[in-house]
C-alpha cells in the first residue's frame, strides 16, 4: 500500500514552484493539467504495467488491473462505474504500478487506446451530466504532443524551435484558460492542439529538447506569444484584431510568399452574402452598398483597416437598414482564411467587375450601390491564414531557410523579428 500512496501523490497532486499569478518566471518545471476528452459517458482505460484505479478524493483503490486490460469507466447519477460496478467517488485517478522507479519513458497510459505520457483522472464535467479526462504531466512533455498539430517537424528545425519556445510561452502565460472546467488547458485549437504519444515526433521532440525551458518575456513577464499559419505578407498590430494594444505584437514584414494561403479567393452571389447577413441576425434588407477602403501595400493608414491591411470594419447599407461589422465578424460569417481582403462585385460580364466603396469620409462622399442581380458575384481577395498576429509559420520557415549555416541559435532571431522587443529567458 506504501508503494501506492507514492505513486498516487505524484499523479493526483500537480508540481508546484513556478509562478503563475504575475506571468513572472521560476525556477522547477511545472505540471500541466489537460482536458483530453470532455463530457464522456464512457471511456475506456489501460496501461503499459499493472494499474489501479483509485478514489482522488480518499485515495482508496477501487480496483487493481492488469498490464493490457481494458477497463470500461462510466458515470452514473451518483459516482462512476468501473467495468459495470458501481463505485463511490468524486473522481478517479488511472495509476500505474512502477516497480523500481517513478519514472518510465517507455510505459504509458491509455484513454480511449491512445498513449499519453504523465497520469490520467477523471471527474465530472462541470454543468453537464458527462465526465472528463485529465493528462497531468510536466511542459515539455506536453510540448512533445504539440509541436507536430502546430507546425510540421519536417521544416527547417530553427522554424521547429521557434514554435516550440512560442508554444512554451503560451500554454504557460494561458496556463488558467480552463480553471472552471477543472483543469488548466484544453487539447483543441481553443488552447492549443494536443494528441498525447501519438502526436509526438523525433524532430518536434529534438526541438523541444533544444529549447528546453526557454519562453518570451516583455519587461520581465510572459507575453500572449500568438502564432498563425501565414500572414500575407505583414502581420498586424493587435489592437487592431482584438483591440488590446500590446507593445510586443507589432505589424512587421513577413516572409510567407510561398505559403500554400498567401492568396486565396472566395466567391459567393449577391444573395447569398445578402443570406448570410440574416443568418447572422443583421436585418437590413436587401444590400445596396458595401463601403470598405481599398487594400494598399502596408504599412496602411486607413481607418477602417489595419497596420497591414486586416479589415477592421467594413459597412454595409440595405434598403431597410445599415450595419458595421468587423473584419473577425465577417471573416466567421464567411469563414474565411483571415481579414487581409479586398471585395469585388462581379456583374455577368467581367468588364463591369466594381471595387467596394474606396472613400475615408462616409458622410462626403458616395457609396459604389451593389444595385444589380442576385446572381451577380461578390468576389473576396484575400491573403494568409489566421489572425496575423505574432510568429508567422510559414515566415519563420522561409527565415531558417535562409539562416546562416551552423547557426544553432537562429530561432532566437526568428522569435525577435515576429515578437518585438522582446527577451528570451530560462524560466526552468
Known sequence: MVKWLM??????????GYSHSDNSVSAFEPNLR?????????????????FALVSTGTTKVLGDFAAQEPVTIAVRESGFTINGRPVEAIGLAVVMKKAHSLVYSEQYLYANKRRYRGGLSIQRTNGKPGMTVINTLPVEQYLYGVIKNEISPEWPLEAV????????????VNHNKHTADGFELCATTDCQVYGGRESEAPKAIEAVDATRGLVLTYKGKLISAYFHSSSGGYTENSE??????????????????NSPY??????????????????????????????????????????????SGRVKSVYFRGTTGNIQLTGTKLRSMLNLKSTLFDI????????????????????????????????????????????????SQWGAKA???????????????????????????KAY
Open 240 to 257: 487592431n484584431v482584438w483591440s488590446v494594444k500590446q507593445p510586443y505584437l507589432r505589424g512587421v514584414a513577413d516572409f510567407d510568399q
Open 7 to 16: 505513486v498516487i501523490a505524484f499523479f493526483i497532486f500537480p508540481l508546484s
Open 161 to 172: 524551435k521557434a514554435q516550440a519556445v512560442a508554444a512554451r510561452t503560451y500554454a504557460l
Open 34 to 50: 489537460v482536458g483530453i476528452l470532455t463530457n464522456q459517458h464512457s471511456i475506456e482505460v489501460s496501461a503499459d504495467a499493472k
Open 344 to 391: 469585388t462585385i462581379s456583374k455577368e460580364h467581367p468588364k463591369l467587375a466594381m471595387p467596394v466603396y474606396a472613400g475615408t469620409d462616409r458622410k462626403k462622399s458616395h457609396p459604389s450601390l451593389v444595385a444589380g442581380k442576385p446572381t451577380d458575384v461578390v468576389v473576396i481577395t484575400g491573403f494568409g491564414w489566421g489572425h496575423g498576429l505574432g510568429l
Open 262 to 307: 498567401y492568396k486565396w479567393e472566395e466567391k459567393l452571389t449577391l444573395a447569398e452574402l445578402n443570406q448570410a447577413i440574416s443568418k447572422a441576425g443583421y436585418h437590413i434588407g436587401y444590400l445596396q452598398a458595401v463601403e470598405l477602403s481599398p487594400l494598399s501595400s502596408p504599412p496602411v493608414a486607413s481607418f477602417d483597416r489595419g497596420v
Open 399 to 425: 527565415m531558417a531557410e535562409k539562416a546562416p549555416p551552423g547557426k544553432t541559435e537562429y530561432f532566437k532571431d526568428i522569435l525577435k523579428h515576429y515578437y518585438q522587443d522582446v527577451e528570451i529567458k
